[in-house]
């Protein structure tokens, strides 16, 4: 080729195909460092488990290796069946796919076109931000109080134009939760042609009374849709396993653009072993509780301020008076190896939030933040 026709195909915009308008809008997800600068000794950016997955969800994988050949169960019945064991649900009524992540946006495609709007809190989880734009539709970003979603304000914000809201409880990066009174009171004041998506991602770690994770109000309305995943408690991100349980109408629309093998057949089978061994979730939970208190308490006593959280993270505020700042902070520990994360991205610049690791990492994070604030 010469040089004349290489720029020629090159500077030549419409010679290249063209991306939709409202997908060149999208800011991309930026996924938790996973290298410090020197050895990563710690990544403690992605929220998740410290003590790795069950081992029975090893050896579930290592008994079906023999297959490969063979595309998925397009239902993944085995794992539908055993969410449905331990919890109590439907079968029918759950829906499986590659992370919640799918979930969300399956959800997003099938319920929002061009010139719909689609509601979330401030400091929401930006998966939501990018499924809703991926899907046409417009954005809606609710005010928060304490860093809290405020059910007033979302509902201030519902025209005839919203089709969606999405709720993190908890949520990330902040934590914080809203008890299930107020999600009744969000429920009951959407109109029923609005999907409520309840995102309980870190359901499991949460130890207050006045907490659900809204298996009851989906099993009950026809505009709850609530979703889980394996990648937090369950300790198997990387094999993307997520799962939605909502009305069969909500369900069946979803199943319509869902690909029919989108959970591969070790994930099915990992995740079915995996939520049935209790006693590895029950050992994560009191890891979490014991850690994640120990962790605020001493990042409370080195003067930093800490959001209450309920989740297997915390968001550390960096006073930024006095120049010790979270982008700092960020660079001093990545440093001594531990990788936390920035969340400027999540309108909290003066913040960075730590998962909860291993006793280890736990306090190596510390004794390096004690360095830092000297
Ligand atoms: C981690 C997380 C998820 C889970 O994502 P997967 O795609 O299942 O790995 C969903 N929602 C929130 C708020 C999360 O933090």
Redesign the pocket.
Known sequence: MTDASNSAATNDNSLTPVARKSVMEIAAYVPGKSKAKGATLHKLS??ESPLGCSPKAKEAIASSVDHLELYPDPASTVLREAIGEVYGLNPDRIICG?????I?SLAAHTFLEKGDEAIYSQHG?L?YDIAIRAAGATPIVAPEKNLTTDVDAILGLVTERTKMVFL?NP??PTGTYLPFDEVRRLHAGLPSTVLLVL?A??AEYVRKNDFESGMELAATSSNVLM?R????IHGL?SL???WGFGSASVLDAMHRIRGPFNVTALAQIAGAAAIKDRTFVETAIDHNDRWLAWVTAEAEKLGLSVTPSVGNFLLIHFPDEDGKRATDADAYLLERGCVLRLVGNYGLPNCLRMSIGSEEANKAVIAALTEFLK
């Open positions: 992605s929220n590659a992370g919640s992540d799918e969300l989880f998966m993190a949520n990330n995102d991602a870190y979703t995943t394996f990648s937090k991100a993307r396993i997520g």
